[in-house]
């Protein structure tokens, strides 16, 4: 099978940009210029990210424009929820549709899953769909496998992002986007059941530059392919320095 995802690795690992926050989120994490599209746009360019995550009004009102679509491959992000609504069983509806990822330039879509929810069905039924349909147009499916809901005690146990990390092949994605599993070997074994599905770290909130780095530290170890960061790059006194450090820190030159 055609590997899509050959866009995001121009090396061995891929380090994306993730900024679809404002919508999961809300303002309180777009401190400083981070509320800016364009001011993290050209971080992402300046700092030699191999993708960016966006939801689809960025991308159609900022993306676009040749200096930023031409220069950092974009995961189109079809589906997401606000969190004013504290829900036990979450649902993220799509608000974007492949074709029109496909349109705005997008080299991949992605598409979280509650794991857990009531709602599992739905979003796995729609990430069928979805992932046939990225691939007939050429572009890779990524799929965010968060376990949520009442029945999930602890999301961020071994035995729930290992059962994750495999749903995420089972399910047919190009690449899965998880949690920290609180351990190296916890996410180890997240990767080995992952088998040809591609993993990549979830950056997380903010935390401090120690234990962010120890996190990766250990995530390299396990044999992970990339990281998806955010808030420990934008929120941090001097972006540009820490992506730095992040690429020093993965062997991406």
Same mark, same amino acid.
């Given at each position: 099978?055609? #590997?899509?995802?050959? &866009?995001?690795?121009?090396?061995?690992?891929?380090?994306?940009?993730?900024?679809?926050?404002?919508?999961?989120?809300? !303002?309180?994490?777009?401190?400083?210029?981070?509320?800016? &599209?364009? *001011? $993290?746009?050209?971080?992402? +360019?300046?700092?030699?990210?191999?993708?960016?995550?966006?939801?689809? =009004? $960025?991308?159609?009102?900022? *993306?676009?424009?040749?200096?930023?679509?031409?220069?950092? /491959?974009?995961? @189109?992000?079809? #589906? =997401?929820?606000? #969190?004013?609504?504290?829900? !036990?069983? /979450?649902?993220?509806?799509?608000?974007?549709? +492949? &074709?029109?990822?496909?349109?705005?330039?997008?080299?991949?879509?992605? *598409?979280?899953?509650?794991?857990?929810?009531?709602?599992?069905?739905?979003?796995?039924?729609?990430?069928?769909? $979805?992932?046939?349909?990225?691939?007939?147009?050429?572009?890779?499916?990524?799929?965010?496998?968060? &376990?949520?809901?009442?029945? +999930?005690?602890? !999301?961020? %146990?071994?035995?729930?992002? %290992?059962?994750?990390?495999?749903?995420?092949?089972? @399910? =047919?994605?190009?690449?899965?986007?998880?949690? *920290?599993?609180?351990?190296?070997?916890?996410?180890?074994?997240?990767?080995?059941?992952?088998?040809?599905?591609? +993993?990549?770290? %979830?950056?997380? /909130?903010?935390?401090?530059?120690?234990?962010?780095?120890?996190?990766?530290? #250990?995530? $390299?170890? %396990?044999?992970?392919?990339?990281?998806?960061?955010?808030?420990?790059?934008?929120?941090?006194?001097? /972006?540009?320095?820490?992506?730095?450090?992040?690429?020093?820190?993965?062997?991406?030159?």
């Amino acid at each position: 099978m055609k #590997n899509f995802l050959t &866009p995001f690795f121009p090396q061995a690992k891929t380090l994306i940009l993730a900024y679809d926050h404002g919508l999961e989120h809300g !303002p309180k994490d777009l401190r400083g210029r981070s509320f800016d &599209p364009e *001011y $993290i746009l050209d971080l992402a +360019v300046k700092g030699g990210y191999s993708g960016i995550i966006l939801q689809k =009004g $960025i991308a159609e009102k900022y *993306y676009t424009q040749a200096v930023y679509a031409k220069k950092v /491959p974009l995961i @189109l992000k079809l #589906n =997401g929820k606000t #969190n004013i609504a504290e829900v !036990p069983e /979450p649902y993220a509806a799509c608000n974007c549709s +492949v &074709p029109y990822a496909k349109k705005l330039g997008a080299k991949a879509v992605g *598409y979280t899953i509650y794991l857990g929810s009531n709602f599992e069905q739905k979003m796995m039924e729609e990430f069928g769909r $979805i992932q046939e349909e990225a691939h007939s147009l050429g572009l890779a499916a990524i799929a965010w496998l968060y &376990p949520r809901g009442g029945r +999930v005690l602890d !999301p961020a %146990s071994e035995e729930m992002v %290992s059962y994750a990390a495999r749903v995420g092949l089972e @399910l =047919g994605a190009d690449m899965i986007k998880i949690k *920290y599993p609180k351990s190296e070997e916890g996410l180890k074994k997240a990767v080995l059941l992952a088998g040809k599905t591609k +993993v990549v770290l %979830s950056g997380g /909130p903010k935390i401090s530059e120690g234990e962010f780095f120890k996190i990766l530290e #250990n995530a $390299i170890k %396990s044999g992970v392919s990339g990281l998806a960061v955010g808030r420990n790059v934008w929120q941090s006194d001097n /972006p540009l320095l820490m992506t730095e450090r992040i690429k020093k820190a993965m062997e991406i030159h």
